[in-house]
């Protein structure tokens, strides 16, 4: 399809016939018309001009704002080359992203998770989504034999290259630079003898991989035996290469990161960073000497952006453009007629041959492991011997493998022998990952009645056996005190079919409510013990059924009456629950859906008070996003046949503005719009975005015989702050009912 709108396109800017071939470009440089004849206008050769791109981290953003530009004014560019940054946005335009697919990949990378190498959420493994859930901190560290460790603080490549992979053109991430569509060439630096490497003739995603190997954030990358990183520290502006190319005029764009004053410079880690930005500042300066008087410098007003942060990469585009615009009139002289650009774009855009054709699977072998059985990994990467198996589906494999969260490094080696594959994945296990703990922190107050907190705290090990089994250890203090124990144990080396028992303990006090208003407080007391079997489907859902038994004690508080016994009820209960979970993130998500799905069914009483009954409760959301604009919509639904259901009503989100947990019914429906703005962001070591947002909210508990109608439902909604803190989203909120209920909120920890 996409050939076909190029031939329509390429046909109606070049009033081309059916059978003309794609126009030579060197013809439309030397003045003659696509047909092959003289236009009769004597012009003189077009000069080659050639787009030079600098690195400097997120500031190198700004590239795809002057691309936009250049696009706009129609000005030719014959050769491309780029540094860092610039090699990243110079190489996916040269082998034919357009500016479209270049703004969707920094609005949609989770580009904290690329820094910190962790894999964006959506990829993670089910377990790992889960855990994010119950405990949606960032902190996190291992307990190791040697002690306590932390991840690592610089990214190996994992995360990195599975960003850059959703960027380059389908066919073009193993083709030569040589052979791109548009002539494209990259440097880097060769970190054991300093020197320049030019990288060729290497594969465009090796290429661009290895020019931003920024030290101490990247790890480096090995080329024709060259243990290479950042090119920007021998030529971040490399004009010299553009005109050993052949270029005639040079567009060359800046956006390094200029030299940090004195104030800036009170740690280590800053006059390091300064010492790197003094190399990279000489190498610029001697570049920018070699440009002609005929030659453009397009320099971007990036105040404020600094190297890392990419959550500004909407403003960084917006200097670009602005830049390029300001040199509107040299650029003029540039310009192509309609027609003529139209053909060149046409050329640049064609897709490639697609070579990735499958080969029968011979075999997989797993190197690297330590801890990890190497059935488990060969299972879970999906890749079966005997199949047919593209490259493309190796490269998924790693990437769900780089998902289970042990994985420092996954590599794949592909050896194609007389038309059959063999694989190669190389694995490097976290040493912190294995037995780690994550610390969470949870607060909620509406500045009224209702003032809670925890500290939550989660230890997993994992790779117990030769199947995978996992231990999983909860502990909560607070207003809520608890501790539970979780054995995940899959049955069979990699399988998705599994058996998890768990038991807990807890102790909770909360408000008996009955028509929203307050009639008792009480203390819970519980002991429980399940078992379940489940499976899980890739790494997007679950489907668990099992038994519980449990043992409550409930003892009033207020008001207080020494002669009321405390209840205790005994009983079982068997369970049934689906869930789907592909979010790329908890606290403002842009893409995907979370659903659960679950019944419960007590057999009857027991010992104690116990009733039986089903309950039945259903929770259905989804994410999206336009512009700086996040948002979701969600419908839950709960039911109880005997007594409250086990889900509430009122507090931040759920019917904002009544008092938490007010609505306690046998039958709750609650549906909820919720956007927010992105206004600010915190660098990435202390969290994320900063959010300004509102919700509209309707919903209501009912008895049992009541229908829930229109008018029996509540209306309500809130405005807020928050921010991504790294133990989670930080809101500061008010909220309102359309009865007049009013309160504030502050919420940090779980959502919705």
Known sequence: MRRVVLALLLCA???????????????????????????????????KVALVLSGGGARGFAHVGVLRALQEMRIPVDIVVGTSMGSVIGGAWAAGASVKDLERMAATTDWDSVVADRPARDELHFRRRDEDIQIPSRIEFGITRNGVLGPPGAASNAALEMALQRLLPRGTRDLPVSQLPLPFRSVASDLLTGELVVLDNTPLFQTIRASLAVPGVFAPVRIKDHLVVDGGLVRNLPVDMARAMGADIVIAVNVGTTLAPEKELGSALGVANQMLQILTEQNVQRSLSELRKDDILIAPKLDGITFLDFSTWDKAMAAGEAAARELAPRLAALALPERDYIGMESLRLAAPVDSDRPVKLAKVQIQGTREVNPEVLEKQSGLEPGKPTTREQVRQAAMALYGRGDMARVETDIDDVDGERTVTIRTTEAE?????????????????????????????????????????????????????????????????????????????????????????????????????????????????????????????????????????????????????????????????????????????????????????????????????????????????????????????????????????????????????????????????????GFSLETGGGFDRGVSATGRALKQAGSAFLSVETRFGPLFLGAGATRDGEQTLYLFLGPIW
């Open 13 to 47: 800017g070049l009033a081309c016939a059916a059978d003309q071939p794609y126009p030579d470009t060197r013809l439309l440089q030397a003045g003659v018309g696509p047909s092959g004849s003289d236009t009769g206008v004597p012009v003189q050769k077009r000069p």
């Open 432 to 692: 912190w990952a294995r037995s780690r703990m994550r610390v969470g922190l949870e607060l909620a107050s509406d500045f009224r009645d209702s003032n809670n907190f925890a500290i939550k705290v989660m230890h997993v090990l994992s790779a117990l056996n030769s199947w995978g089994g996992e231990l999983r250890t909860e502990g909560r203090l607070g207003n809520e005190r608890g501790l539970g124990v979780q054995w995940w144990q899959p049955l069979g080396a990699g399988s998705q079919w599994f058996v998890m028992p768990s038991a807990q303990v807890g102790r909770i006090a909360g408000d008996i409510f009955q028509k929203e208003q307050r009639m008792a407080r009480v203390a819970y007391s519980t002991r429980a013990a399940s078992i379940a079997l489940g499976r899980q489907f890739g790494n997007w859902g679950e489907l668990s059924v099992g038994v519980t038994r449990q043992a409550n004690s409930v003892r009033r508080l207020i008001p207080q009456d020494p002669t009321l016994p405390v209840e205790r009820v005994y009983d079982s209960k068997s369970f049934a629950r689906f869930r789907v979970d592909t979010l790329d993130s908890l606290a403002f998500p842009t893409r995907g859906t979370l659903i659960t799905i679950g019944r419960e069914q007590t057999p009857g009483s027991g010992r104690g008070v116990g009733t039986g009954g089903v309950n039945w409760g259903a929770t259905a959301l989804q994410a999206f996003a336009w512009n700086d604009w996040a948002g979701h919509v969600s419908l839950e639904w709960a039911k109880a046949q005997a007594g409250a259901s086990p889900v509430t009503l009122g507090g931040f989100l759920r019917l904002s503005g009544t008092p938490t947990d007010s609505i306690q019914e046998p039958t709750i429906l609650l549906g909820r719009l919720v956007l927010a703005r992105r206004i600010a962001s915190l660098p990435s070591a202390f969290g994320g975005n900063m959010r300004a």
